[in-house]
């Protein structure tokens, strides 16, 4: 167990409508990344928070939007959702940005 | 721009010969380099980083990495290949500072009895 904790483990629903996806950090990891992890694109990173502040910004399609509260959780809003949304949506943490980053069980998404 | 190449799709080893997966980089500056694990159906598990120091780094359940900067590799390797090793193995490359965390497209690898 990596200490990072995400919500819903799996989500089915239909095209157009929107999802939260919401990631408990490690106790102490100040930063949150984002992921998204699909057959024929890999491992995509999204976005990066640190301490509420978004810190690097990846290939995030702008349907997409994240936060990190001032609690540290931090959750990932997917709107008009499309089949191509379709993927494992992971969560990691860190201390700090340049220590390792501890991953999440992931986040399965079924866009039906 | 960073980028991380992991040039094999899979590997095939038998039981106990040597692991070893390749990983090539491009980063502007001194990176910070990691390795990953996944199994099926599991979130990444961290296996080791290269931060500074000492080019071998060794992690966990016996693999290590050799940091070259030369040839700009972070070649994952273990002495002798379990079965239990078969899994998804990632390369994941940082800039110093506030780079975004990029991986590699991930090597399986399958280890035969």
């Known amino acids: 167990d990596s200490g990072v904790t995400q919500t819903p483990k799996h989500l089915i629903t239909a095209t157009g409508q929107r999802v939260t996806l919401r990631c408990s950090p490690r106790s102490g990891d100040l930063s949150v990344y984002w992921y998204q992890q699909s057959l024929d694109q890999g491992l995509q990173f999204l976005i990066q928070?640190?301490?509420?502040?978004?810190?690097a910004k990846g290939n995030i399609l702008e349907r997409f939007s994240a936060q990190q509260f001032p609690d540290l959780h931090s959750e990932l809003n997917l709107s008009s959702l499309e089949l191509g949304d379709s993927a494992l949506y992971f969560c990691a943490s860190s201390v700090l940005q340049n220590t390792e980053a501890f991953f999440g069980q992931g986040t399965r998404l079924t866009v039906v | 721009a960073q980028s991380v190449a992991q040039p094999e799709d899979q590997v095939n080893v038998a039981e106990g010969n040597p692991l070893t997966v390749k990983c090539t980089y491009s980063?502007?500056?001194?990176?910070?380099l990691f390795w990953y694990v996944q199994y099926p159906n599991r979130g990444l598990q961290f296996l080791l980083k290269y931060i500074t120091g000492d080019n071998l780094v060794k992690g966990s359940y016996g693999f290590e990495a050799e940091f070259n900067k030369s040839q700009t590799s972070f070649h994952l390797k273990k002495p002798s290949a379990l079965v239990s090793d078969s899994a998804l193995y990632f390369c994941a490359v940082r800039e110093r500072g506030w780079g975004k965390l990029q991986f590699g497209a991930g090597t399986q690898v399958v280890v035969t009895p």
């Open positions: 928070y640190y301490n509420g502040e978004e810190r």
């Open positions: 980063v502007s500056g001194n990176p910070y």
